[in-house]
């Protein structure tokens, strides 16, 4: 079974990968160039569930043997409490059913929401106050914010595990 995944970015095809054998034999994940169509940085659930589907919906497209196209998009969403960030996964597959999960979040500080609202995105953000580079393909701000306890990658498992259990229970799915 091949399953596409919009991004080449490891933080995204690791997990994809690792949930995806959990449940299916000879799985081959294959990582693709896309556009989310949405902005660099995503400011509202809406706009991060758009790009998510917009990467899974072309990444299926791209690899035309693929069954599941996968879309990870991170982004915020201002809440009572505070600006929330997490990133948001879709699965789509050939028959156009969709199956949509999150990773966990956190609440972000004032001083990398000020470099946002300034043109930078979470990873410059973060790049720029913690002295990493490049931080969205290694352990990602979840990494530095719990110093390690959850990386990108694992929390992007959370995601594709939810997103995908919509086509492990299929018939909790069809209206019938």
Do not use: C
């Amino acid at each position: 079974m091949i399953v596409a995944v919009g991004s080449k970015n490891k933080t995204k095809i690791n997990p994809v990968k690792k949930i995806f054998s959990r449940h299916f034999k000879d799985i081959k994940v294959v990582g693709v160039n896309v556009l989310s169509g949405v902005r660099d940085q995503p400011m509202e659930d809406g706009e991060t569930f758009k790009g998510a589907l917009n990467r899974a919906s072309q990444a299926l497209k791209k690899i035309k043997d693929a069954e599941y196209g996968v879309g990870i998009e991170g982004g915020f969403h201002k809440y009572s409490y505070g600006w929330f960030e997490r990133s948001i996964v879709v699965v789509v597959d050939r028959n156009g059913d969709i199956g949509i999960g999150s990773s966990g979040g956190v609440v972000m500080p004032e001083k990398i929401i000020k470099r946002i609202k300034k043109g930078e995105n979470l990873s410059q953000a973060i790049d720029a106050t913690f002295g990493t580079k490049n931080i969205g393909k290694g352990i990602g701000m979840f990494g530095v914010f719990t110093k390690g306890a959850v990386t990108r990658t694992k929390a992007v498992e959370h995601g594709v595990a939810f997103a995908l259990s919509r086509f492990l229970h299929k018939n909790l799915y069809q209206d019938k």
